[in-house]
């Protein structure tokens, strides 16, 4: 009991701080470092929630293959050092923090007063993330939205290819 | 046991703190990957509702929100290699042909 409430404050305080560093570092190299950890964070918080499946899919799937995608292009256009990029800290950038920082005050207000929110986990939490009662559901009810999605692929594969592609011929 | 609203308020700070990268970065890249913190932050919500209200639903919908992010990271990533190579530059304010 004391176990898990210590793993997820951890776990919650580290997503929250890598967040943090990840926006505000200014070589993107870095940035992506802190997303990666994030993004371990977060597939922890899914085991404190008994989603196995979306845990290691968050890894495979965030970590692995969208973080090193973001890695390549960072390397490919060399841009380690951000120098060339001037950023320059504005009227729009504090106005722009002002409206973040109003945009969480809201969230956490109406977060905090929803008093009809669940305290405790379902009883039923620790079968339905399990990988097969995930595939159960996705090749029944959502069958369909399953096969949109490789369609969605296969227009992203060929999409990225034409564009990155050098010149038409 | 911890109770929903706590993974909803790290769910809260983590997208805005995702909008405020997106409004205050100028490195295409970099707003990119807010976009992801964006999402990966939705995702955390719906996991949490769906293990508090024992209903797989929530976890399929993840499913789907990683497959659109794998998809929009290789088109968008893509995007910014083509404006690279044209105008070398990924600085978002200086890439302003579309604007009004």
Sequence with gaps: ?169 | MIPLSHYLIISAIMFTVGVAGVLTRRNAIIVFMCIELMLNSVNLSLIAFSAFLGNATGQILVFFVMAVAAAEAAVGLAIVIAIYRNRSTVNIDELNILKW
């Design chain 1, 1 to 169: 009991m004391i176990l898990d409430t210590v793993i997820f404050y951890l776990l919650g305080s580290v997503a929250i701080a890598s967040a943090l560093l990840m926006v505000t570092r200014r070589n993107p190299v870095i940035s992506v470092i802190f997303l990666i950890l994030n993004f371990f964070c977060l597939a922890g918080l899914y085991l404190t929630l008994h989603a196995q499946f979306i845990a290691i899919v968050q890894i495979i799937v965030y970590a692995g293959a969208i973080m090193v995608l973001f890695l390549f292009v960072i390397m490919l256009l060399n841009l380690g050092n951000e120098d060339q990029l001037r950023e320059k800290i504005g009227w729009k950038k504090i106005v722009a923090i002002g409206l973040g920082v109003a945009l969480a005050l809201e969230v956490l207000y109406i977060v905090g007063y929803q008093s009809r929110l669940a305290a405790v986990q379902s009883p039923g939490a620790v079968e339905i993330g399990t990988v097969e009662s995930i595939g159960r559901v996705l090749f029944s009810e959502y069958l369909f939205p399953f096969e949109v999605t490789s369609l969605l692929l296969v227009a992203a594969i060929m999409g990225a290819i034409v564009l990155a592609k050098k010149k038409f011929e």
